[in-house]
T-cell receptor
Framework: DADVTQTPRNRITKTGKRIMLECSQT?????MYWYRQDPGLGLRLIYY???????NKGEISDGYSVSRQAQAKFSLSLESAIPNQTALYFC??????????????FGDGTRLSIL | DQQVKQNSPSLSVQEGRISILNCDYT??????FLWYKKYPAEGPTFLIS?????DKNEDGRFTVFLNKSAKHLSLHIVPSQPGDSAVYFC???????????FGTGTRLQVTL
């Protein structure tokens, strides 16, 4: 089983709809992140959470919201989807308990298309 | 304002040869650098990292070089194998925040 699981893997929806993307992890990591990937733009950080009570905006948070329901779960919501939110979305985790920089571990992504 | 840049969108290398992927950064506060590899329909996977106190880190066929004065890092893959064909992202972080800034990626194709 994947350590970082994203659901759904693919979603097609219409403009104006509310959408939630889910992320769960079994790695026991305290830190979780949401990114979007667009062609030619790499990965950009939307929101991140360092623990259940800590939520922070990333570089492109407008139009998105998040919820950290538990240490293992971090969901991303698009309140009213618009076509330019069509992208590949990735969830990632990292562990602050270990010394030094720890790499982030990614899920396999959710491909979201907004018509 | 692209703080981490990968100026080559693609690179083609013959099997057995060296692949060199480059990355430039502008933020002098970055003190940790990582390379990720991404296959289609999968998430990025961590490959190798280097902290700013070093100028080289090796792991098997993969070596990352850091030139702080030039704000440049490179990933060398020797020898290149067909399974190395993927998109490679460099990423950088500062302090203990653990937030990463990613480059735009370089697609590597290793040909037979």
């Amino acid at each position: 089983d994947a350590d970082v699981t994203q659901t759904p893997r693919n979603r097609i929806t219409k403009t104006g709809k509310r959408i939630m993307l889910e992320c769960s992890q079994t790695k026991g990591h305290d830190r979780m992140y949401w990114y979007r990937q667009d062609p030619g733009l790499g990965l950009r950080l939307i929101y991140y959470s360092f623990d259940v009570k800590d939520i922070n905006k990333g570089e492109i948070s407008d139009g998105y919201s998040v919820s950290r329901q538990a240490q293992a779960k971090f969901s991303l919501s698009l309140e009213s989807a618009i076509p330019n939110q069509t992208a590949l979305y990735f969830c990632a985790t990292s562990d602050s308990a270990r010394q030094g920089w720890q790499p982030q571990h990614f899920g396999d992504g959710t491909r979201l298309s907004i018509l | 304002d692209q703080q981490v840049k990968q100026n080559s969108p693609s690179l083609s290398v013959q099997e057995g040869r060296i692949s060199i992927l480059n990355c430039d950064y502008t933020n002098s506060m970055f003190d940790y650098f990582l390379w990720y590899k991404k296959y289609p329909a999968e998430g990025p996977t961590f490959l190798i990292s280097i902290s700013s106190i070093k100028d080289k880190n090796e792991d098997g066929r993969f070596t990352v070089f850091l030139n702080k004065s030039a704000k440049h890092l490179s990933l060398h893959i020797v020898p290149s194998q067909p399974g190395d064909s993927a998109v490679y992202f460099c990423a950088a972080g500062a302090g203990t925040a653990s937030k990463l800034t990613f480059g735009t990626g370089t697609r590597l194709q290793v040909t037979l």
